[in-house]
């Protein structure tokens, strides 16, 4: 994954608006990305298909209904969708629970740094309620957000703003007064049509154009995120 300095336009003072911080999931806070699309293709040998890596990852932020779909019109009618998905339930389950799951870097200390200046924070996922319980309980961030938003909350998953209204709503924080973080494509999308500014942090897929227009900022990791934060409540 190439470099992405902080862009030298932004200083502390384009932070200062900054009143709560939603937060992806899977790619951003959690090293999930990889297990779940190893994940997806283990599934896919068990079923006797060969689903490669890059077909999986063109999974990366969609909607369930969403993933479904492309499957489905992948490897046609007879393919063995629902079968398929549960499989890949049980292996990701199973790479959990045997400590393969790690925090991104610079997650607790952004946590931490938010906890001192009060700010609330939220999770905006399109992971289920009961993957997303069970990965952030884990890692023991279960209980450091405010509101935990997932797919099983909304009707419309991401790029749909739905998810990111529903969790500033949550925390009770208006939309343009909130910073999004996210590492995916779709998410970058949703929280730019719910009209809140938004920081990609790229985790498996390089950044679009679109994704780049539409971002506040493009950065390695979240220290960065962390710095300025700090640099504007100081």
Request: no cysteine; net charge negative.
């Given at each position: 994954m190439p470099g992405y300095p902080f862009p030298h336009h932004l200083t502390a003072s384009s932070f200062q608006a900054v009143k709560g911080v939603i937060f992806d999931m899977d790619g951003l806070l959690l090293d999930?990305?990889?297990?779940?699309?190893?994940?997806l293709a283990e599934a896919g040998t068990d079923l006797g298909y060969d689903v490669p890596l890059a077909f999986c990852r063109g999974m990366i932020g969609m909607p369930a209904d969403t993933c479904r779909q492309m499957v489905h019109d992948t490897y046609g009618t007879d393919f063995p969708l629902e079968r398929f998905?549960?499989?890949q339930e049980e292996h990701l389950r199973r790479y959990v629970d045997s400590?393969?799951?790690?925090?991104k870097k610079g997650v607790t200390p952004l946590l931490d740094l938010l906890d001192r200046l009060s700010l609330p924070r939220a999770i905006a996922t399109s992971s289920s309620r009961y993957r997303t319980d069970h990965h952030l309980e884990l890692v023991g961030l279960l209980t450091r957000f405010d509101a935990i938003v997932t797919r099983d909350d909304v009707t419309r998953g991401k790029?749909?703003?739905e998810p990111y209204l529903t969790a500033a709503e949550k925390i009770g924080i208006a939309p343009e007064a909130c910073l999004a973080l996210e590492d995916s494509h779709n998410g970058a999308r949703a929280a730019h049509a719910a009209g809140i500014p938004v920081i990609v942090v790229p985790d498996l897929l390089a950044p679009t154009e679109d994704v780049r227009e539409k971002a506040l900022a493009i950065v390695?990791?979240?220290d960065h995120v962390r710095h300025w934060l700090e640099q504007a409540h100081a």
């Open positions: 999930s990305e990889t297990l779940a699309m190893d994940a998905f549960a499989l400590d393969r799951l790690v925090l790029p749909n703003p390695d990791d979240l």
